[in-house]
């Protein structure tokens, strides 16, 4: 059973524009949201993350939006870099599950020039 | 700061035969958790571990079991090994879930099975 979602497998955006990477979860016990880039033959790497007492969270390029009611969360990458290329996971857990990440499948991000 | 590090990167063994995997957790997290990733399920909790317990449990099979040492480092064992058990093998660390729930990843475990 898939707690936490992406929907969209992959997305293209040219240099300089915008990325939203979408993620949907259906467990409402989850407080607390994670994003991760993953390189091929690579573990993921920590991006950014936001508790669920907030409704966004920015770092530098990187800005993540949750909606609670929507159980829906967003990145946003602006402005995209070709070195942004890569795959994102959205991950969430919770207490009541002892923090163990639950991910999704993941969205491969293609950023031309 | 050192990041998180797991031998052997790239691992084969055949039908049957048992594997120990290691991971040495960044300096100071005492939380030690691994993750199994496959093409088909995405990557998936196995266990954690916090002070040399096991703290948490995914929904993996008794042939999958882990230990922590008391410097933190961890091993993950899997035996009777299937086909299907070929993934990339993850360990991350935290300085303790409950309080600081960002989890840092290590490069993993290549674990070919024939």
């Known amino acids: 059973d898939q707690q936490v979602k992406q929907n969209s497998p992959s997305l293209s955006v040219q240099e300089g524009r915008i990325s939203i990477l979408n993620c949907d979860y259906t467990n409402s016990m989850f407080d607390y949201f994670l994003w991760y880039k993953k390189y091929p033959a690579e573990g993921p790497t920590f991006l950014i993350s936001i508790s669920s007492i907030k409704d966004k969270n920015e770092d530098g390029r990187f800005t993540v939006f949750l909606n609670k009611s929507a159980k829906h969360l967003s990145l946003h990458i602006v402005p995209s870099q070709p070195g942004d290329s890569a795959v994102y996971f959205c991950?969430?857990?919770?207490?009541?599950?002892?923090?163990?990440?639950?991910f999704g499948k993941g969205t491969s991000l293609l950023v031309t020039p | 700061k050192a990041g998180v590090t797991q031998t052997p990167r790239y691992l084969i063994k055949t039908r049957g035969q048992q594997v120990t995997l290691s991971c040495s957790p960044i300096s100071g997290h005492r939380s030690v958790s691994w993750y199994q990733q496959t093409p088909g399920q995405g990557l998936q909790f196995l266990f954690e571990y916090f002070s040399e317990t096991q703290r948490n449990k995914g929904n993996f099979p008794g042939r999958f079991s882990g230990r922590q040492f008391s410097n933190s480092r961890s091993e993950m064992n899997v035996s009777t090994l299937e086909l299907g058990d070929s993934a990339l093998y993850l360990c991350?660390?935290?300085?303790?879930?409950?309080?600081?729930?960002?989890?840092?990843f290590g490069p993993g475990t290549r674990l070919t099975v024939l």
């Open positions: 991350a660390s935290s300085l303790d879930l409950a309080g600081d729930p960002e989890q840092f």
């Open positions: 991950a969430a857990s919770g207490r009541n599950s002892g923090y163990a990440l639950n």
